[in-house]
């Protein structure tokens, strides 16, 4: 796609299908969180250091589409990136596709807080490592 999309691969595990073998929808929001902080830690944004430093992201809004069943043992590329960045918010957009079919679309958003819950600015380093792009898969 673009430079500004990173995928991984995901193998679906035994223990997170259902006794159909299908995968659970829970799943889906745990395998875009990996695809987040592993672009994330490529971008040089590692949330160790970043709540270290005294910010932390919480999810303050998820939501996914499911289009397709992923079944056990089936190889799926999880696609990310940016699709808007604030000052305070930052909001991801994510694909899940086996073999180029698309079997689920997600997106969150995420606000920077400090220890005590108040809402902070994120760091101008973190901003300008997140760079915004048109929706690529049409959420």
Same mark, same amino acid.
């Given at each position: ?15 997170? !299908? ?65 699709? +808007? ?12 596709? +086996? ?5 689920? !679309?997600? !997106? !969150? ?31």
């Amino acid at each position: 796609m673009t430079q500004n999309v990173s995928t991984i691969e995901i193998r679906v595990r035994y223990a997170e !299908t259902d006794q159909m073998g299908v995968a659970h929808h829970a799943n889906y929001l745990i395998w875009c969180e990996q695809a987040r902080t592993d672009h994330m830690r490529a971008l040089g944004v590692n949330y160790r250091e970043l709540e270290q430093s005294g910010i932390r992201l919480p999810v303050v809004d998820a939501s996914v589409r499911y289009r397709a069943l992923a079944y056990y043992d089936a190889l799926l590329d999880v696609l990310w990136w940016v699709g +808007r960045a604030s000052s305070r918010l930052v909001s991801f957009g994510y694909a899940v596709e +086996r073999n180029s079919d698309l079997l689920a !679309t997600a !997106t !969150t958003s995420l606000i920077a807080i400090d220890p005590n819950r108040a809402v902070q600015h994120l760091p101008d380093q973190i901003r300008e490592c997140l760079i915004a792009i048109p929706d690529p898969v049409r959420l």
